[in-house]
């Protein structure tokens, strides 16, 4: 079905574009046509992250095209559907989506990766960009397998954070745990908390969960989360807290949610007797970390580096979000206009607020 609202190719939007390492502007650009299969949506909040601010500040991404249209979480409105597009969607209906999609099943040929079962590392992946603006067009595949319904009673905002607790849902899921396990969580922005809130409801009150951070307000929310205990490790020994907090000086997982190779360092010496590092928040390619081979083999040290989300991980965050298991409101700290977008990416980088969200004007 099409509709009938009239979007064109001559009618404008403003939307951001990225240029380059610290170059955002927002320009006139042509509200997208949907082509078979596709699905243009008016954003109604888009949510800005630390990934927004490292492919602002590093110009360049594996999953952005540069110069391109920016931002990759969002919610939103379907305004017209492309000819070929499946039945179940219409105009009008409220959707969120993620920001990728690999493989279909009945591709040809389905990638390596996805015959494998690893959908995260997809050789043909799509990612999706163009949530800081009024519009997005959604690519046919992404409208196949990573774009959901919301209820008429959800607002948008509940569910615009679907794709990076996907990222965190996809990571549990794979992270061998037992139910006495020690996990540390270095980190309480919005994913460690994410992080903290997940494992607590799946694996109940016996886990102990350690929620590590420089800022005592975040770690209040990680105990709200349901982290056991909140330490803030600015200027002290880690590993000294640990044993004062919890009887040992390491734990058995530790999750790197900071996304820095310093926190890696600490997360590694963190890493108990056959313990392991989850390797959780991205840093950029070329950055080396000498490893003790000799105490990793002896003690079976595991690094294990999680990344992205695969569609079932999606589908769940939808739902857990929909159905109000996530505190959202305790995330979202700020709302802004898009056109406020430059100081949005400011305050990420100032860890002032948890999560920003925009507003388009239509
Ligand atoms: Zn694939």
Known sequence: MTSSIGFGSHRLMRAAVLHGAEDVRMEDVPIPVPGPGEVLARVDVASIDFTDRKVYLRGQHPMIKIPGLFGHEWAGTI???????????????????????????????????????????????????????????VPSRLVRINMHEVPADVPAERVVLTEPLACVIHAVRRVPLQL????????????????????????????????????????????????????????????????????????????????????HREALGLTGRGGTLVSFGGVAAGQTLPVDIGRVHYEEISILPIYHHTPPDVAEAVQQLVAGEVPVERLITARLPLSELRRALQMVGERTTLRSVLIPDH
């Not at 999609?101 to 992946?125: F, H, K, Y």
């Not at 006495?180 to 799946?202: C, E, H, K, Q, Y």
Request: glycine residues 10%; neutral net charge.
């Open 180 to 263: 006495l396990d020690t996990v540390v969580i270095l980190g309480a922005g919005p994913m460690g908390l994410f992080w903290v809130n997940t494992l607590r409801r799946r694996y109940g009150p016996e886990l102990v969960i350690v929620s590590l951070d420089y800022q005592d307000d975040r770690l209040a929310v990680a105990k709200v989360m349901g982290a056991s205990h909140g330490l803030n490790s600015k200027g002290g020994d880690a590993r000294e807290l640990l044993r004062a907090a919890i009887g040992r000086p390491d734990a058995d997982v530790v999750i790197e949610s900071v996304g820095s190779l310093p926190a």
């Open 79 to 137: 305004v017209e559907v492309g000819p070929g597009a499946e039945a179940r969607w219409r105009a009008g209906q409220r959707v969120v989506a993620a920001n990728s999609a690999p493989c279909l099943p009945d591709e040809n040929p389905v990638c390596r990766q996805c015959r494998r079962g690893r959908p995260s590392m997809c050789e043909t992946i799509q990612y999706n960009n163009g949530a800081f603006a009024p519009y997005i067009l």
